[in-house]
Nanobody, 120 residues
Framework: VQLQASGGGLVQAGGSLRLSCAASGRASSSYAMGWFRQAPGKEREFVAAIRGMRKYYSDSLKGRFTISRDNAKNTMYLQMNSLKPEDTAVYFC????????????????WGQGTQVTVSS
C-alpha cells in the first residue's frame, strides 16, 4: 500500500485547508484510513479516521475538521476549518484493514506527511 499526502501549506489563523491522501497498491475501499499529526517536539496525535460511512474524530478537533473519502478515486480528504496556530504540524495519512489499528496508530501503512503551518 502506498499513500501520498498533499495539500499542506501556509495559512493564516481562521483560514482553511483541505488535505488529500491518495492510496494505491493493495489499498482497497474496505481499508480504514486516517489522519495523524505531529507538531515539533510532540508525539504523533490521532486526528480522524474513516471506514465505510463511519467517521471517528479526536474529541479536541471535532467540529473544525471533517474527514471524507472518495472510493472511486481511492482518495481520502481532511477539510480543516477555523485553523489555529496550534494546528501547525506535519500531517500524515495512514491505512489499515482495521479502523482500530488506524486510530491506535498500530501497524499502519503511512504516507510521507504534508506540512501545515498556521500563522497568527
Amino acid at each position: 500500500v502506498q499513500l501520498q499526502a498533499s495539500g499542506g501549506g501556509l495559512v493564516q489563523a481562521g483560514g482553511s485547508l483541505r488535505l488529500s491522501c491518495a492510496a494505491s497498491g493493495r489499498a482497497s475501499s474496505s481499508y480504514a484510513m486516517g489522519w495523524f499529526r505531529q507538531a515539533p517536539g510532540k508525539e504523533r496525535e490521532f486526528v480522524a479516521a474513516i471506514r465505510g460511512m463511519r467517521k471517528y474524530y479526536s474529541d479536541s478537533l471535532k467540529g473544525r475538521f471533517t474527514i471524507s473519502r472518495d472510493n472511486a478515486k481511492n482518495t481520502m480528504y481532511l477539510q480543516m476549518n477555523s485553523l489555529k496556530p496550534e494546528d501547525t504540524a506535519v500531517y500524515f495519512c495512514a491505512a489499515h484493514p482495521s479502523v482500530a489499528s488506524v486510530a491506535a496508530g498500530i501497524n499502519n501503512y503511512w504516507g510521507q506527511g504534508t506540512q501545515v503551518t498556521v500563522s497568527s
